[in-house]
Nanobody, 122 residues
Framework: QVQLVESGGGTVEAGGSLRVSCAASGTFFRINTMAWYRQAPGKQRELVAIISRSGSTNYVDSVKGRFTIARDSAKNTVDLQMNSLQPEDTAVYYC????????????????WGQGTQVTVSS
């Protein structure tokens, strides 16, 4: 049984910073990509940032230069440091991990955290 547990988030004024963290637990072979998505009220869930096993990263244009994704493969964790937050960053942030559960299972399976609220006031 694989679980992703998020922490962090909260409320901050525009221009402030927050960090959200996610830890994977359970029994599995390895974690491939890890990512953060967000979903604002009335909008579709969007990919914010993604990091590969080798550490290469990609960001949605709206957060480039403000957000940083980082992972600790030894601890099976991924963090999203969010700086210069703006009201449009307000959303529920979800951790995602694509996990290969066994050596022989081949394809990765996507797992999701429960979501954590980030609210930026103007």
């Amino acid at each position: 049984q694989v679980q992703l547990v998020e922490s962090g988030g909260g409320t901050v004024e525009a221009g402030g910073s927050l960090r959200v963290s996610c830890a994977a637990s359970g029994t599995f072979f390895r974690i491939n990509t890890m990512a953060w998505y967000r979903q604002a009220p009335g909008k579709q869930r969007e990919l914010v940032a993604i990091i590969s096993r080798s550490g290469s990263t990609n960001y949605v244009d709206s957060v480039k230069g403000r957000f940083t994704i980082a992972r600790d493969s030894a601890k099976n964790t991924v963090d999203l440091q969010m700086n210069s937050l703006q009201p449009e960053d307000t959303a529920v942030y979800y951790c995602n991990a694509n996990i290969q559960t066994t050596l022989y299972s081949g394809a990765s399976v996507p797992y999701w955290g429960q979501g954590t609220q980030v609210t930026v006031s103007s």
